[in-house]
């Protein structure tokens, strides 16, 4: 009696045990799913991180172009800027001379009609004296002519 008893005792620890290590190797079999899984995550989280190194080494060449035709636009900018500034001078210095010009071409104008003034005035002049000097010259020819007769 006292062998059955602890037989059973035995018989009961051996199921414990037995259920036991039933419970454990169900954990080891999920534990051993689970880094399964991690691992599949682990890779897949390593090939997006691969992915996205690319495209943000992309994206750095991509603003490094960007950053080069910015300071190319600006070089060409102040380029444009100094030669709108030299442009403006020059515009600015020709208008002063374009003003001078048309002084000196007021100047002229007012020295061509004075001159034409006094070229009309000395033509006037002119055939005041030769219409003088021909009537003159008729009175000399009349007087001539009459001399003759009385000579």
């Known amino acids: 009696d006292e062998t059955i008893q602890?037989?059973?005792?035995?018989?009961?620890?051996?199921?414990?045990q037995h259920e036991s290590l039933s419970r454990l190797q169900q954990q080891h079999e999920q534990l051993t799913e689970n880094m399964r899984r991690c691992r599949e995550e682990l890779d897949d989280n390593t090939n997006q991180s691969e992915?996205?190194?690319?495209?943000i080494n992309a994206r750095k060449e991509e603003l490094s172009l960007l950053q080069e035709d910015i300071n190319f636009a600006k070089t060409e900018k102040e380029q444009l800027e100094i030669e709108h500034e030299e442009k403006t001078l020059s515009l600015e210095q020709m208008s002063s001379r374009l003003r001078e010009l048309r002084?000196?071409?007021?100047?002229?104008?007012?020295?061509?009609?004075?001159?034409?003034?006094?070229?009309?005035?000395?033509?006037?002049?002119?055939?005041?004296?030769?219409?003088e000097a021909q009537s003159r010259m008729e009175e000399c020819h009349t007087r001539e002519e009459e001399l003759k007769k009385q000579v």
Not at 8 to 16: G, I, S, V
Request: proline share 0%; aromatic share 2%; glycine share 2%.
């Open 103 to 131: 002084v000196d071409l007021d100047k002229v104008h007012g020295e061509r009609d004075e001159a034409a003034k006094t070229l009309q005035e000395t033509k006037v002049n002119c055939d005041k004296l030769t219409s």
């Open 51 to 55: 992915q996205l190194a690319n495209e």
């Open 6 to 16: 602890r037989l059973t005792l035995e018989l009961d620890q051996w199921k414990k």
